[in-house]
């Protein structure tokens, strides 16, 4: 198996969502080929694909014929089952390799991995039943967050234990099944480093950026958090420190709380480009795509430089079963642009795209972003 793998060739990606679309979408434009596989038809990424296959992600069968179809193989949907990675494993390179997959798609494995690198997370405790859930309760405290151990995203599968809450209930509502119990981290913002790691180990990150989350959902990403420069460098050396334990090739983005007292708490890994990322795509002159485009290709990756002060507002599905929303007014302003991900079903809480905003300052850029998010008048 050659390293490099060179325009021309064919990438193959394990998942459909907008974030394969985007990254197809910096592959055909540097004149790679697109296969993607999901049990889903015409989906985000199936519609920029040069081929899309319908298959179950544990079709260990199907995945094989998939990986001998490309010359290398990455993900996009983080639960694809390891056993599957391994099975492509056998008949193409799969970057990052499904290790990185295996020890992030599963919250105490992700902790624990984070802890032997020496690095900061919540306090947090394995909880497999109600008297575990009990006991961990007594070492953590209240307010403390029950999380499943596989399958969360978008603050799905999480449970708030408040003083007053009873455990049962929480133990209940996450479907009492293996969980991680965690310290609730009062924390004065949110933020994110997505970094990029080459075949040959050559780092980048595109610096700190500002989550702004709405009911567990990210809602606003604003590039170039403006901490204190040790702060800034402790961050991003945690973040090239867990690219570097893990052996990541590709994009990983750390999560991070930022504490009441200044302390950075890593909240959570994305093995993958993350949605924080998106504004790179205009913002940056490589973009989070083109780097795991570069990174899985055995190629060089790009620079970073972000260009001008730039924000993201998500477009979530809300009430567009109800009203079309109204595009026109929302590019009123020349800077905004807009990304939308061809789902055909839009649904409360759905990532249906997002608007990249350049403004004079973080701040403009943010209030742009809101301004004409609210002017496709949808609420
Ligand atoms: N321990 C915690 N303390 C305080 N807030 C938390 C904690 N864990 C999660 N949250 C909040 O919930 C959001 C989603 O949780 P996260 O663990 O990142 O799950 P997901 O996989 O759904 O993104 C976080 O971005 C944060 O706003
Ligand atoms: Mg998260």
Sequence with gaps: ???????????????????????????????????????GRDTPTGQIAD???????DDLDAIAAFAR????????FENVAYSAAESAARHAPVRPRGEVLHVT??????KRALVAAGLPTAPFEAVNDLAELEQALD?????AILKTAGFGYDGKGQARLDYDTVPAEAWAAIGAGPAVLEGFVDFQAEFSVVAARSVHGQMVDYGLIENRHANHILDVSIADMPLEPPQQKRAREIARTVLESLDVVGVLCVEFFLSRDGSLIVNELAPRPHNSGHLTI???LSSQFDQQLRAVCGLPLGDTQRL????????????WQQHTPDWASALRDPRVNLHLYGKAM?????????LTVRGDSRDDAAQRALSARASLAIK
């Design 1 to 39: 198996m050659t390293e490099r793998v060179l325009p021309g060739s064919t990438i193959g990606i394990l998942g459909s969502g907008q974030l394969g679309r985007m990254l197809a979408q910096s592959a055909r434009r540097m004149g790679y080929r697109v296969h993607t596989l999901s049990p």
């Design 51 to 57: 081929r899309e296959i319908v298959a179950e992600y």
């Design 69 to 76: 179809g490309v010359d290398v193989v990455t993900f996009e």
């Design 105 to 110: 798609q599963n919250r105490l494995r992700e």
């Design 139 to 143: 070492r953590v405290g209240r307010p």
């Design 282 to 284: 205009e913002g940056c």
């Design 308 to 319: 001008f002060p730039v924000a993201m507002a998500n477009l979530l599905g809300n009430g």
């Design 346 to 354: 839009p649904a409360p809480g759905r990532k249906m795209g997002h």
